[in-house]
Each structure stands twice: as structure tokens, then as C-alpha cells.
């Protein structure tokens, strides 16, 4: 582990200018992402996690920017970086494939020049060996190469995904990140999408940062995971151990909030009330007006995101040493 | 293939609809051309009367329905009729004249205004945060709302009638031999103003609507994968932004090709230009029916052929067109 870790965040910070004021939808997140990890990122809608994703890529256009904090990558910091140097990083070295497979290919060109400019804007190849690439890649897939011909609306939801996987790993970087790539899929797609990651993980070894709101796809794959809420990382373990003993109360909420195939029937849980308003966060944990554990001192005193051991952290003060809720 | 063989099948279509429509409405409309031209003709021996009436095929007992069907035989034939105000000049003969300088001034000027409208508005979209995009928009609305006429009303006035600079009207300096190099320039000197007018009061429309559409398609998924894939700026911009955004332009440029015609008609007006517009406007005035009958045909034609020509663009531009699925 003393190796250099493929993706290292340190107090980042990021956000959107509003006429209201600055939204920081990622507030002080850190987390480490050794080679080959499979990182599993997951919370409600508006908790930042996209932002996130774009944070790393340095993708943030328009009203939104990254505040504070470093992005390492490699070692390097991508949010110090001149702009030059991140475009040059950028699919060679991490790439990402995004929600909306239906719209993230662009209409008016082939699948074939859309999966071989990247080669040729990042390497020195010729037109020939960037399509057999392209071919290759597409054989990952499933994808059959007749159609780099073919234009994207000639394609089902599910195929698109794929190619934009395919796409992705076309120059083999370090470091994936999906955000909520299965979301406009149907669950069979979803599962036949998430097994495709996991068997070219293992082929190709890169790392993944896998953005979802649905926990439930990440048990199998994801080596470990990151409960996100508010902007802030709540709960973080080896997916396992945190399956199996949910921490934060956050976490049994969202573990409630959807069935398993195979267990025994039980009535779902859910959170009640909705995500705090970012623009002013409530004071002290962030998650206590929600929280039906809460007691008095929660409302004042944001909790850190304490090392609890066994590898796990906690940010809740039920977890904190010398309360009744805490770790033996 | 097939969307193109459409495409083609509904032009002959509508053309032939357009033909029929401008056979049938000036018959529908109150009042007798015959009677018009004869009542010009007051103290002419009838058997005079009676030839001119034979001369422009207006002696007929024929029923409508015969007339029209001599009338698709002549059109078909390119046989318009004769002129009443340029008499014996076909209508085919006088429309050949007129055509070459419309097609010369508006048609030309059509495409440089769009073409630079539409350089300028992807570049004010993709630089939108900048000040001179903001200005540049502030400055193409109010330019916009100019009308041709208006706007080649203050030209002449300023750069012909005070300065002097070009020439008030016409087309060409009728001193000069035909063809020659002195009256070639002079072609470009009374085609100065006019053009200027309609590419400065057309400009505005192309950069507003690239740069509208432009920033539509920049918040598209498929923009961010193409930044997410660290390609160059100049191919984002070009292929994955300004591909998409420009469908919509070519088809409202190949419409505006065809009513370029009908506007251009004041522009040509006003600084008497001999186009087609102009034409129109003489024939009206001096009620030269075949004359005006032929140049509605043309028009149509025009702005038929126009929409064909976009649908074929858009077609080469987009695939989904190509598969018929949009």
C-alpha cells in the first residue's frame, strides 16, 4: 500500500456560483483509490457525486469550478494543473463514461470517428491502426465491427453504453470513472453492463470510481465504497464489511431503500425528508434533521470522518469512542 | 437513396401544384386581362382588335379546362406567352434578362451573409463569456431589425446622393460597351449599395440563430464527452458543436434563398435594380399579365427548388435524416 495510489483527493472542495451564492456541492472530500480498486461512490440525488466526477476530470465548464483541495493523480495534481496539461491526461490517463448513454455520442458522426479521434489527438498513429483499435475495442464489448460505419441512432441504449465503454478504454488509462452509467438502462442491460466493467477490470487492470444512487448494484463488484451525503463522505470500508454492518445511520437508510432478490421479504425502510438545501447547510451533521437517532449534540457539532478501524471511517457521533452505539 | 427519390418525387409534385394554382387563381380573380389590354386599345378597327386578340391567345372560346391543359403543354415547353407591356418579346425572353442579375446580386450575397453570420455566431457561442461576444449580440439584434428597404434608402442617400461615392440606381452604366472591362467595374460599383443592403440587414438573422442554436448543443452530453476526451478545441468545436447546431441554419437559408426573391423585390426597388423583384413591380404597374404570371411561376420554382436543395444538405449532414428516422 505505500505505492503511489492511482487517485488521491485531499479536502476537495467544489462548486457551483449561483445568484445566491456559492453551492458547494463537494464539501472537504478525501479518499484514496489504489490500483486496480474498485471504488464504489454512492448517495441520493444532489449529494455531489457527479460534481465529483467532473472535479477529477477537471470538467467543471460554465458556473461551476473546484474551490480548494488537490486532485492527485498519479501523483500529480490534476486541479493545479494548466489547462494543457489536463487535456493531454484526459482518456489517456482517465476517462469516463457518463449517464446518458443516449446522448452522450455525438449524432452527425460514425461510431468509428467517434472512437478513433481520441487516438488520434493523444497518439501518434495512423488512421488504419486507430480503427483496428477501435475494432478491438469494440470486441471487448460485444460489438460487432461493421458497425464503425454505423451512427450512433442505429444503436440500442444498451449498445451505445457500451460503445462508450469501448470508448473509454480505447487508450487504456489508469483510471475510469462512471457516473451512474447504467441509470437510463433497463435492469437486465444494467447487470450485463456492470458484469462487461468488472470482467475488463480484471483483463486490463485499470481502477474504477463508480458513481451510483443504487447501492445494490455495487455489492458484488465494488471492492470498496464511499457513502456520500450532503457534499461530504459520510461512510467509507471495504464494501463487504460495510454490506454487513452498516455504520452511519445514512447508510442503513439507503441499505433499507431497496429489496434483495434473495432474502427474505422485509418491509423497505427509506429515509424520510428530503437533502438539505447546500446553499446553507444545516449547522452541525448534516444529516440529523433526517436522522431518527439523532440526539442533542448532533445538531451542533459537525462529526469528522473518524478512523474507526478495520479500515473503516465514520463521520457520526454515535460512532464516536465512549458512546453506547460505538465499535467494541 | 430513398429519401432522396422522396424528396425528389415531392418536388415534381409541388411544382406541378404551384403551376396549377397559378393557372387558376388569376382566373378566379374579378376582371378580364382581354378586356384589359383591349380597353388600352380604344379606337382600333376591330379587325385590328382582332389580330392583337389572336396574337397573345386571347381569342379563344376554349373552356377552362382546355385552356389549362394548353397551358401545362406550353409550360412544359417553356412557352410562356407574350408580353403585353414588351411587346413581341416572349415572357420566357424578358425573365432571361432579369434573372441574372437577381440570381448575380441576391443570390450571392445571400450566401457571404450567411456564411459570415454564421462564422460569427459560432464563434460569439463558443467565446459567449467574453465581452465582444456580448456586444457583438447587443449589435447584430439592433442591426437585425432594420428593414432592406429602409436601410437602402439611408445608403443611397448618404454614399450615393451626398458622398457620391457609388452610383444612385441601375445596374450598370449604360455608356459603356457591354463586356468590357470598364463595364464590368461598373457592374461592381451599382452593385455596391444594393448588396450591402441585404447582406447588412440579413447578417444579424444567421448570427442570432447559429449563435442560439450553438448553445443549445454546448450543454449536450456529447460536448462534455468530446472535452472529457481531451480532443482539440478546433474539432469540438467544429464537428461535435457546430455540426449539430448548423442543421437547423441550412434549412432556414435554403428557405430564405427562395423568398430572397420576394424580398429582394423592395432592395431592387428602391435602387432600381433590373431584377426579377424590379420586373415584378413593372409588370404589376403596367398589368402585364403574363409577364407577372411567369415571374409567381419562377418565384415558386425558386423557392421549391431551394427547399430541395436544403433537404438534400441535411441529408449529407445527418444520418438520422439519411435513415429516415428524423
Not at chain 1, 118 to 141: D, Q, S, Y
Not at chain 2, 131 to 141: C, E, K, Q, T, Y
Not at chain 2, 237 to 256: C, E, Q, W
Amino acid at each position: 500500500m505505500g505505492s503511489v495510489p492511482t487517485l488521491e483527493l485531499r479536502d476537495l472542495r467544489a462548486g457551483y456560483s449561483t445568484k445566491k451564492g456559492f453551492v458547494r456541492a463537494v464539501d472537504g472530500v478525501s479518499f484514496r483509490l489504489e490500483r486496480g480498486e474498485f471504488l464504489g461512490i454512492a448517495g441520493e440525488s444532489g449529494c455531489g457525486k457527479s460534481t465529483l466526477a467532473y472535479a477529477v476530470m477537471r470538467l467543471l465548464r460554465d458556473n461551476a469550478r473546484i474551490e480548494s483541495g488537490q486532485v492527485l493523480f498519479n501523483g500529480t495534481d490534476v486541479a493545479a494543473m494548466p489547462e494543457a496539461g489536463v487535456n493531454a491526461l484526459r482518456w489517456t490517463g482517465m476517462a469516463m463514461v457518463f449517464q446518458s448513454a443516449m446522448s452522450a455520442l455525438n449524432p452527425v458522426l460514425s461510431v468509428g470517428e467517434q472512437l478513433t479521434d481520441a487516438v488520434l489527438a493523444h497518439r501518434n498513429a495512423t488512421k488504419a491502426e486507430a480503427e483496428a483499435m477501435a475494432v478491438e475495442m469494440l470486441g471487448l464489448v460485444d460489438i460487432n465491427a461493421d458497425r464503425l460505419r454505423g451512427y450512433p441512432h442505429q444503436l440500442s441504449g444498451g449498445m451505445k453504453q457500451r460503445v462508450m465503454i469501448a470508448m473509454a478504454l480505447i487508450l487504456k488509462p489508469d483510471l475510469l470513472i462512471m457516473d451512474e452509467p447504467t441509470t437510463a438502462l433497463d435492469v437486465v442491460v444494467q447487470r450485463s453492463i456492470i458484469e462487461k466493467i468488472d470482467e475488463l477490470r480484471r483483463a486490463l487492470g485499470f481502477s474504477v470510481v463508480f458513481i451510483t444512487h443504487d447501492l445494490s448494484l455495487l455489492v458484488e463488484i465494488s471492492d470498496s465504497l464511499a457513502i456520500m451525503y450532503a457534499g461530504k463522505i459520510c461512510e467509507y470500508g471495504r464494501s463487504r464489511a460495510l454490506f454487513d454492518e452498516p455504520l452511519h445511520p445514512y447508510t442503513e437508510g439507503l441499505m433499507g431503500s431497496f429489496p434483495t432478490l434473495t432474502g427474505p421479504v422485509v418491509r423497505m425502510g427509506g429515509i424520510e425528508g428530503r437533502a438539505p438545501d447546500l446553499l446553507s447547510p444545516p449547522p452541525g451533521c448534516r444529516f440529523a434533521p433526517r436522522c431518527a437517532r439523532a440526539f442533542e449534540g448532533c445538531g451542533r457539532e459537525d462529526p469528522a470522518l473518524r478512523d474507526i478501524g478495520g479500515g473503516r471511517l465514520c463521520a457520526c457521533r454515535l460512532r464516536e469512542p465512549g458512546r453506547e452505539g460505538g465499535r467494541r | 437513396m430513398k429519401y432522396f427519390l422522396r424528396k425528389l418525387g415531392m418536388l415534381a409534385f409541388t411544382l406541378f401544384v404551384s403551376i396549377s394554382i397559378n393557372f387558376f387563381i388569376p382566373r378566379l380573380m374579378p376582371g378580364d386581362p382581354a378586356r384589359a389590354l383591349l380597353d388600352k386599345m380604344e379606337g382600333l378597327p376591330p379587325e385590328q382588335i382582332e389580330s392583337v386578340r389572336a396574337a397573345f391567345g386571347l381569342d379563344t372560346g376554349d373552356s377552362l379546362l382546355v385552356q389549362y391543359g394548353k397551358y401545362l403543354g406550353n409550360t412544359l415547353r417553356g412557352d410562356l406567352g407574350v408580353s403585353f407591356s414588351r411587346f413581341p418579346m416572349p415572357v420566357t425572353q424578358v425573365l432571361r434578362i432579369a434573372i441574372p442579375w437577381t440570381i448575380g446580386l441576391l443570390a450571392l450575397c445571400m450566401v457571404i451573409s450567411f456564411a459570415l453570420g454564421t462564422a460569427i455566431g459560432i464563434a460569439a457561442a463558443w467565446k459567449r463569456e467574453t465581452r465582444l461576444a456580448s456586444f457583438s449580440v447587443g449589435l447584430f439584434s439592433f442591426i437585425r431589425s432594420f428593414p432592406y428597404f429602409w436601410l437602402g434608402l439611408i445608403f443611397i442617400y448618404f454614399f450615393a446622393f451626398r458622398l457620391r461615392l457609388f452610383p444612385i440606381g441601375g445596374a450598370y452604366a449604360v455608356t459603356e460597351t457591354r463586356g468590357s472591362a470598364a463595364w464590368w467595374l461598373s457592374v461592381l460599383r451599382h452593385g455596391t449599395l444594393p448588396a450591402l443592403t441585404i447582406c447588412v440587414s440579413s447578417i444579424g438573422g444567421w448570427m442570432l440563430m447559429m449563435r442560439n442554436n450553438m448553445i443549445n448543443v454546448l450543454a449536450e452530453d456529447y460536448i462534455t464527452v468530446a472535452l472529457a476526451k481531451g480532443l482539440p478545441l478546433r474539432r469540438v468545436k467544429a464537428l461535435y458543436a457546430a455540426k449539430n447546431a448548423i442543421l437547423p441554419s441550412v434549412t432556414g437559408f435554403a428557405m430564405s434563398l427562395g423568398f430572397v426573391v420576394g424580398g429582394g423585390l423592395l432592395t431592387e426597388m428602391v435602387f432600381s435594380y433590373p431584377g426579377v423583384g424590379y420586373m415584378l413591380y413593372q409588370a404589376v404597374n403596367a398589368k402585364d399579365y403574363p409577364l407577372m404570371q411567369a415571374i409567381f411561376l419562377f418565384i415558386a420554382a425558386a423557392v421549391l427548388v431551394a427547399n430541395f436543395i436544403a433537404d438534400i444538405a441535411v441529408m449529407i449532414l445527418d444520418p438520422r435524416v439519411r435513415d429516415g428516422a428524423a
